[in-house]
């Protein structure tokens, strides 16, 4: 073969590698646009000079070569994860990750210290958590399955904190009890597995799930690995399988919209029959569905979220558990239209819900309103101190953070800064601090 064959022939293989770069095209600049405002509200945004793979994926660009990535679905200790809140965002940034949405099951406990420990990083949190619900069925051609929904709330986290919370709390109440039936059923099968070893491996205070109970499986030598824990006892309609108290699906959809949040359907390709499960979810308000994978994007699943006009988003689903079996944080490379259209529905909801939780507080300069405001934001709460002057200093400091200038453009905000503008920062002896770093 001659050099000019060798190098057409290697031009080629590039090529299906999918390895050829280009310059973005207008859709995907103003995207990209869209998105870094968004991504470096308290920063200066980097360069918008990028460049494209043949699926429309984003290169290196920015300072330093950073790519734009988020990750969408993780979890920590505070749910079933190895890792604790910090260390899943230590090991987001070492894998260049911009974003980072930690989605706990049926808890947002992790979040305060997620938050806390991406200042030291620049990383930007998405307040989220995973659902977990029960489809039921209403004809014949539906069957009864576990549907896990995400919630993605903005920097200021949920409205309606409370019932949020209370909503969650069953689900772990019955999470303990499911449990606790799963263990005395692997006792039924001959396998000793005791309740304390299951609640050890949780943690104090942390509901335990089918993943606590297999990894106590495999200490106790009852099994080889995780896989064939589940594969042998805990899968869906498994031997030692229990369902707990889970709402139904479209309760907690409902529940999502109205504490300000974007629920999405999480790794549909898990259920037994997605058709009517994603039909009747998005009647309840469900804005999107997972379909990218570590691996790429799911056509199937893709078609269908395009079929009833949802979202299509994805993350690595990261538990830390290591193995072949999971997708390192950051691996899901979204292109960054996806981006750009999750964001377009995200941010109109998370700044309505900035603006009531603002508006309440507005209304009744209360502690609990103010610890509202403080709870995921990036303040702190101090006894004593140089507070601020007045609740409007608190508003104009931790605005330019949650949203851009455009979106604080809004009379309605300028009423609440208006209300606030007498109202002094320290209620009851509590005063706030904010760090802008």
Same mark, same amino acid.
């Given at each position: 073969?001659?050099?000019? /064959?060798?190098?057409?022939?290697? /031009?080629?293989?590039?090529?299906?590698?999918?390895?050829?770069?280009?310059? &973005?095209?207008?859709?995907?600049?103003?995207?990209?646009? !869209?998105?870094?405002?968004?991504? !470096?509200?308290?920063?200066?945004?980097?360069?918008?000079?990028?460049?494209?793979?043949?699926?429309?994926?984003?290169?290196?660009?920015? +300072?330093?070569?950073?790519?734009?990535?988020?990750?969408?679905?993780?979890?920590?200790?505070?749910?079933?994860?190895? !890792?604790?809140?910090?260390?899943?965002?230590?090991?987001?940034?070492?894998?260049?990750?911009?974003?980072?949405?930690?989605?706990?099951?049926?808890?947002?406990?992790?979040?305060?210290?997620?938050?806390?420990?991406? +200042?030291?990083?620049? =990383?930007?949190? =998405?307040?989220?958590?995973?659902?977990?619900?029960?489809?039921?069925?209403?004809?014949?051609?539906?069957?009864?399955?576990?549907?896990?929904?995400?919630?993605?709330?903005?920097?200021?986290?949920?409205? %309606?904190?409370?019932?949020?919370?209370?909503?969650?709390?069953?689900?772990?109440?019955?999470?303990?009890?499911?449990?606790?039936?799963?263990?005395?059923?692997?006792?039924?099968?001959?396998? *000793?597995?005791?309740?304390?070893?299951?609640?050890?491996?949780?943690?104090?205070?942390?509901?335990?799930?089918?993943?606590?109970?297999? %990894?106590? &499986?495999?200490?106790?030598?009852?099994?080889?690995?995780?896989?064939?824990?589940?594969? %042998?006892?805990?899968?869906?309609?498994?031997?030692? @399988?229990?369902?707990?108290?889970?709402?139904?699906?479209?309760?907690?959809?409902?529940?999502?919209?109205?504490?300000?949040?974007?629920?999405?359907?999480?790794?549909?390709?898990?259920?037994?029959?997605?058709?009517?499960?994603?039909?009747?979810?998005?009647?309840?308000?469900?804005?999107?569905?997972?379909? @990218?994978?570590?691996?790429? +994007?799911?056509?199937?699943?893709?078609?269908?979220?395009?079929?009833?006009?949802?979202?299509?988003?994805?993350?690595?689903? @990261?538990?830390?558990?290591?193995?072949?079996?999971?997708?390192?944080?950051?691996?899901?490379?979204?292109?960054?239209?996806?981006?750009?259209?999750?964001?377009?529905?995200? %941010?109109?909801?998370?700044?309505?819900?900035?603006?009531?939780?603002?508006?309440?507080?507005?209304?009744?300069?209360?502690?609990?309103?103010?610890?509202?405001?403080?709870?995921?934001?990036?303040?702190?709460?101090?006894?004593?101190?140089? *507070?601020?002057?007045?609740?409007?200093?608190?508003?104009?400091?931790?605005?330019?953070?949650?949203?851009?200038?455009?979106?604080?453009?809004?009379?309605?905000?300028?009423?609440?800064?208006?209300?606030?503008?007498?109202?002094?920062?320290?209620?009851?002896?509590?005063?706030?601090?904010?760090?802008?770093?």
């Amino acid at each position: 073969m001659n050099n000019s /064959n060798k190098k057409n022939a290697k /031009n080629k293989k590039k090529k299906n590698r999918g390895g050829t770069k280009k310059k &973005m095209t207008h859709e995907q600049l103003l995207a990209f646009k !869209f998105v870094s405002e968004w991504v !470096f509200l308290d920063r200066p945004s980097p360069s918008s000079s990028a460049v494209v793979d043949d699926f429309g994926v984003q290169k290196p660009l920015g +300072r330093g070569g950073e790519k734009l990535l988020f990750e969408l679905h993780s979890h920590s200790k505070s749910s079933d994860g190895f !890792f604790s809140p910090s260390k899943v965002v230590e090991k987001a940034h070492t894998n260049g990750v911009k974003v980072l949405a930690l989605t706990d099951h049926d808890t947002m406990a992790g979040i305060p210290e997620a938050v806390e420990s991406a +200042r030291k990083y620049g =990383i930007k949190i =998405i307040p989220g958590v995973e659902i977990s619900t029960m489809f039921s069925p209403r004809g014949d051609s539906e069957v009864e399955e576990p549907v896990h929904i995400l919630a993605y709330y903005s920097s200021i986290g949920p409205t %309606r904190f409370e019932e949020l919370d209370k909503f969650l709390s069953n689900i772990r109440d019955g999470r303990f009890l499911r449990a606790q039936n799963i263990v005395l059923k692997l006792n039924k099968l001959k396998l *000793p597995l005791k309740w304390e070893h299951v609640c050890r491996i949780a943690g104090k205070g942390v509901a335990p799930g089918r993943l606590h109970v297999a %990894r106590a &499986m495999v200490e106790a030598g009852y099994v080889e690995n995780l896989r064939q824990a589940f594969s %042998r006892y805990l899968f869906d309609g498994g031997p030692a @399988y229990s369902t707990g108290s889970e709402p139904a699906a479209e309760e907690a959809i409902k529940m999502i919209c109205r504490t300000g949040g974007v629920a999405v359907l999480a790794h549909p390709w898990a259920l037994k029959n997605p058709v009517p499960i994603v039909r009747r979810l998005k009647e309840a308000g469900l804005h999107g569905m997972e379909v @990218y994978k570590s691996d790429g +994007r799911l056509a199937a699943y893709s078609d269908l979220a395009d079929a009833y006009e949802l979202l299509k988003i994805g993350g690595s689903d @990261y538990h830390g558990k290591g193995g072949q079996n999971e997708s390192e944080l950051g691996s899901v490379n979204l292109p960054v239209v996806v981006l750009h259209d999750f964001l377009k529905v995200a %941010r109109p909801i998370w700044c309505n819900a900035i603006r009531e939780i603002l508006g309440c507080y507005a209304e009744e300069p209360s502690d609990s309103n103010l610890a509202t405001i403080t709870r995921f934001g990036r303040t702190r709460v101090f006894k004593g101190g140089s *507070p601020l002057s007045c609740g409007q200093d608190l508003i104009d400091h931790c605005l330019p953070l949650w949203l851009t200038s455009q979106e604080m453009e809004n009379a309605e905000f300028e009423a609440i800064k208006l209300k606030l503008s007498n109202v002094s920062a320290s209620q009851a002896g509590i005063q706030v601090l904010v760090e802008t770093k």
